[in-house]
């Protein structure tokens, strides 16, 4: 056996990263599988040429039945059951975390039994676990003869085992991502192994790690068939492997380099309060220990993950001071991301700045495509040596991106996550109240919900140690009276926020270190957990002047949205909102970081801020009176809608358009915006209210009424020649923009503005513009016609305004609704948006993909009632249609939907 191989081999093996997987001619006796096969032919007079064992099963249960089988097994067993060999003795005697085995006996269990060494026993799914790395995980794939039920020994049988245990077949996935595998003695041309490893192997590929199969003979085609899949074959048989390795493991425990010692921070609290933990204060993060075992080796069984959970569950801090350093020593690199601004950008950055720090060089691509994400991670993979673990966190951001933003970023991400080649892992992160938002990406990445992992609140005993285990590093300890007392205070529905559960430490440990032995007393003069959540953000805002206070609190409502997410906010944008000089906030923001309550982030092109933590998004949300929610909601609409513009071309309704026209000295416009309420007033015959509220603008909107001289509608070009007429105070320099006027509306522009020069007034016209269009609304009101398309994930209703679609948008702003529907708890049924956001936690009575189910006998039964397809569906084109007559003002009597071809054949 080449020197190399034993080298890495016992490297792993000492390391605890080996898993055997042994076969069952070696367990069992060098010609077992053949002796049982002989005895159930003679049974079933068996006398084809095929003499494996599963092809004799088959033949014998159908001859026989399934009962005679397994029975006429496991008295063949019983009859030549022998003690353990000296094969089973050396297994016992090697530091394998995990061995999987083809044997139905029970002598590797018996052995370990006398060597008094625990075993893990996985037959079913029901004994699946990820282990504690006190005992060995024994894995039998053909079942055990202790549970007769169990036995796979026919074809089917074989064929069918993943399919009917995914619990057993998943753990398989994450062994062969996370260990190094050895095949011991198995046939190697056998078809049954290479399907299996095939089955096992999918949607992992390529292997990270060179596995080993070792086996007495083999030829140079073998070699190489295993080559493919990173399997090196060491032709040596199975008893002297062993034995080699049982001799050779002492001399190699030395020359293994220890695991690098956790460093602790030098901090003034172990603590986090609301920040999250680094992974540089892995050693201060307790609780989580089971979570990071069991996800982090799901995360490398799979492609894709979401881990989700609600605010303030630590899923940043369990990504960065338990997932990370976890996956790293598994011998992946680890990338932390988040969308920020710009998603893409942000994952490039974070590859480039995670491969620099390992090698001390970036790996900046020169594509420029499609693909430059794909080729920057394929690089990064080339330099490190080392597969990726992409963990992009909170990215509940990316749904405040526009459209095209969120799909730029799916698409790449999705070529990257299914090419073969790099073998990417990527674990979006992010709130639970998002997490039916991801249905929309189905499309690009059809398996989004194949792995999930809801992250939930401490447990008690979780807690406890999150309480403790930080001060094992200090001189200052909770007495346990207080720790009982926190548990109690903190619990809620039986378990325990690691939000709540830091705030409260911090400031314990804050006020009273210097006590060394924290008390209950200590505890009370806080005021308990209640006073303490609310009083760190009033004493930082109490300690401000009164002008400083409500500059921070507004400061603060900039940071938050309607949806009470974290907003990101350069300074230059937060005085823009505010409508202040920015050198009058640059202080404050300074102050605010060094109290905790907000931080400042690096982003593709510039520092950007946001509130520290969601407790902290919330007090501040209590601060808003109601009518600067309203402005804060027109605001956050307006933004939406003039995105939305530039893609749909679809004018504010007049709903949107009067709110805006409400609170119009409290709104902040940018020029796009302004252009969107100006287009929109037009439509609805606003133009006279828009020219009085914009009497004090002229010279901000001068511009941009030079620019739509230039535009398709003549209404358009009218009104704005018109308007800047009013201001032109240079008749020469108007005649010379009029030129941008195109040549078919010359002549109407000019008519118009000729009459003005005979005394026309500017209200005079925008009276008869206002008229004109209200005339034409309702002229092309009168059709009643809509259109629907049905879509599986989402779904638009659509009218005919002059000749041209238009998208109209549902009572969320959005031009597409989610095809889901749910019947809630209160009786009511809703649809779209409010369905798809409650559905974490009314699963059972949310319907997603109706569609699908058109044309099959599928039904759900809500309190008694039977629901069919058709009448889901129904529910949701009923409620498309309520949307457009509310937009359109009027009853629709007629609908197009949109349906597949040969829909009519279901």
């Known amino acids: 056996m080449n020197n190399s191989v034993t080298r890495d081999l016992l490297e792993r093996l000492a390391q605890g990263q080996g898993a055997l997987f042994i076969a069952e001619s070696y367990t069992s006796g060098a010609s077992s599988e053949q002796a049982l096969a002989a005895e159930l032919a003679g049974y079933c007079n068996y006398d084809r040429p095929?003499?494996?064992?599963?092809?004799?099963?088959?033949?014998?249960?159908?001859?026989?039945?399934?009962?005679?089988?397994?029975?006429?097994?496991?008295?063949?067993?019983d009859r030549v059951r022998r003690e353990p060999t000296l094969h089973h003795k050396l297994l016992t005697a090697l530091p394998f975390g995990v061995i999987i085995t083809t044997s139905f006996d029970t002598r590797l269990e018996e052995a370990f039994r006398r060597a008094d060494k625990p075993l893990a026993k996985v037959i079913r799914d029901s004994d699946v676990s990820f282990g504690d790395g006190k005992?060995?995980?024994?894995?039998?794939?053909?079942?055990?003869?202790?549970?007769?039920?169990?036995?796979?020994?026919?074809?089917?049988?074989?064929?069918?085992?993943?399919?009917?245990?995914?619990?057993?077949?998943?753990?398989?996935?994450?062994?062969?991502?996370?260990?190094?595998?050895?095949?011991?003695?198995?046939?190697?041309?056998?078809?049954?192994?290479?399907?299996?490893?095939?089955?096992?192997?999918?949607?992992?590929?390529?292997?990270?790690?060179?596995?080993?199969?070792?086996?007495?003979?083999?030829?140079?085609?073998?070699?190489?068939?295993?080559?493919?899949?990173?399997?090196?074959?060491?032709?040596?048989?199975?008893?002297?492997?062993?034995?080699?390795?049982?001799?050779?493991?002492?001399?190699?425990?030395?020359?293994?380099?220890?695991?690098?010692?956790?460093?602790?921070?030098?901090?003034?609290?172990?603590?986090?309060?609301?920040?999250?933990?680094?992974?540089?204060?892995?050693?201060?993060?307790?609780?989580?220990g089971e979570e990071v075992l069991r996800l982090s080796r799901r995360i490398l069984a799979s492609r894709q993950s979401v881990l989700f959970g609600g605010s303030g569950f630590g899923k940043t801090s369990l990504i960065k001071a338990g997932l990370m350093p976890e996956i790293a020593r598994l011998g992946y690199l680890p990338i932390y991301s988040r969308c920020l601004d710009n998603p893409i950008v942000a994952l490039e950055r974070a590859i480039d700045d995670a491969v620099r720090a390992c090698t001390g060089c970036g790996v900046d691509s020169e594509d420029q495509s499609a693909s430059r994400l794909l080729s920057i991670v394929a690089r990064a993979q080339q330099v490190v040596g080392q597969q990726l673990v992409l963990?992009?966190?909170?990215?509940?951001?990316?749904?405040?991106?526009?459209?095209?933003?969120?799909?730029?970023?799916?698409?790449?991400?999705?070529?990257?996550?299914?090419?073969?080649?790099?073998?990417?892992?990527?674990?979006?992160?992010?709130?639970?109240?998002?997490?039916?938002?991801?249905?929309?990406?189905?499309?690009?990445?059809?398996?989004?919900?194949?792995?999930?992992?809801?992250?939930?609140?401490l447990t008690e005993s979780a807690a406890t140690e999150s309480i403790v285990g930080p001060l094992g590093f200090c001189d200052v300890k909770f007495e346990d009276k207080l720790v009982e007392l926190l548990i109690e205070d903190l619990r809620a529905e039986g378990s325990i926020e690691p939000a709540q559960l830091q705030i409260v430490c911090s400031r314990l440990y804050e006020h009273f270190a210097a006590e060394q032995i924290i008390t209950v007393e200590h505890y009370a003069q806080l005021g308990r957990a209640q006073a303490i959540f609310r009083a760190y953000f009033e004493d930082v805002i109490g300690r401000l002047t009164a002008s400083r206070r409500v500059l921070a609190n507004r400061l603060l409502q900039e940071l938050v949205s309607t949806s009470r997410t974290k907003l990101l906010r350069t300074a230059a944008e937060l005085a823009s909102g505010l409508d202040i000089n920015l050198k009058q906030i640059e202080p404050l923001l300074v102050e605010l970081e060094n109290s905790r309550l907000i931080r400042r982030l690096q982003t593709d092109d510039d520092y950007k801020y946001e509130i520290i933590h969601d407790h902290i998004v919330q007090q501040v949300w209590e601060t808003f009176t109601d009518d600067e929610v309203q402005i804060k909601q027109v605001r956050e609409m307006l933004r939406y809608e003039a995105i939305a513009w530039l893609r749909?071309?679809?004018?504010?309704?007049?709903?949107?358009?009067?709110?805006?026209?409400?609170?119009?000295?409290?709104?902040q416009f940018?020029?796009?915006?302004?252009?969107?309420?100006?287009?929109?007033?037009l439509t609805f015959g606003k133009l006279k209210l828009w020219h009085e509220v914009t009497a004090a603008r002229l010279s901000q909107l001068k511009d941009m009424y030079v620019r739509l001289l230039g535009d398709d509608n003549r209404d358009v070009t009218c009104a704005a020649a018109v308007l800047l007429h009013a201001q032109a105070e240079d008749a020469a320099w108007l005649s010379e923009v009029l030129i941008k006027v195109r040549d078919v509306h010359q002549h109407e522009v000019r008519k118009t503005l000729r009459q003005f020069q005979q005394g026309r007034s500017v209200e005079a016209f925008t009276d008869e513009i206002d008229n004109s269009n209200r005339r034409k609304r309702r002229d092309w009101r009168g059709t009643n016609i809509i259109g629907i398309d049905f879509g599986t994930g989402s779904s638009a209703v659509a009218v005919i305004e002059s000749g041209d679609p238009i998208i109209i948008p549902n009572q969320e702003g959005s031009k597409f609704t989610p095809s889901v529907v749910a019947f809630t708890h209160r009786g009511e049924i809703v649809v779209g948006t409010p369905a798809l956001l409650q559905a974490p936690v009314n699963p059972e009575r949310t319907v997603f993909s109706i569609k699908r189910q058109l044309g099959t006998t599928w039904s759900l039964s809500i309190d008694g009632k039977i629901y069919g397809a058709v009448e889901i569906a129904a529910i949701i084109i009923n409620y498309l249609k309520a949307q457009a007559e509310a937009y359109l003002q009027q009853p629709v009597t007629q609908t197009v939907i949109a349906a597949p071809a040969y829909f009519s054949v279901v």
């Open 50 to 77: 095929e003499q494996e064992l599963s092809r004799v099963a088959d033949y014998f249960e159908i001859m026989s039945g399934r009962q005679s089988l397994i029975q006429r097994t496991i008295d063949w067993v």
């Open 135 to 288: 005992q060995v995980t024994l894995i039998k794939v053909c079942g055990c003869v202790e549970q007769p039920e169990t036995l796979v020994l026919t074809e089917r049988d074989h064929r069918t085992f993943q399919r009917r245990h995914p619990l057993i077949a998943n753990q398989l996935k994450v062994i062969y991502a996370s260990k190094t595998l050895i095949f011991l003695n198995y046939d190697l041309q056998r078809d049954y192994l290479r399907e299996f490893h095939e089955e096992t192997i999918a949607g992992i590929r390529p292997l990270h790690r060179t596995a080993y199969a070792v086996t007495p003979q083999s030829d140079e085609f073998t070699r190489r068939y295993w080559a493919k899949d990173n399997i090196v074959v060491i032709a040596q048989g199975a008893e002297a492997f062993l034995q080699n390795a049982v001799t050779a493991l002492p001399k190699t425990l030395p020359a293994i380099a220890p695991r690098r010692a956790i460093v602790i921070p030098n901090l003034a609290t172990p603590y986090k309060y609301l920040d999250y933990f680094e992974t540089a204060d892995e050693g201060l993060f307790f609780g989580r």
């Open 391 to 457: 963990f992009v966190d909170q990215l509940e951001e990316i749904f405040r991106l526009s459209f095209e933003q969120q799909q730029n970023f799916v698409i790449q991400i999705a070529r990257v996550i299914t090419n073969d080649h790099v073998g990417l892992r990527v674990v979006f992160a992010l709130r639970d109240d998002f997490f039916p938002e991801l249905e929309s990406w189905q499309g690009q990445l059809p398996a989004i919900y194949h792995h999930f992992f809801r992250l939930g609140r």
């Open 670 to 681: 940018e020029e796009r915006e302004l252009e969107l309420i100006f287009r929109s007033s």
């Open 648 to 667: 749909y071309r679809t004018p504010l309704n007049q709903n949107k358009l009067a709110d805006i026209y409400r609170y119009w000295m409290h709104i």
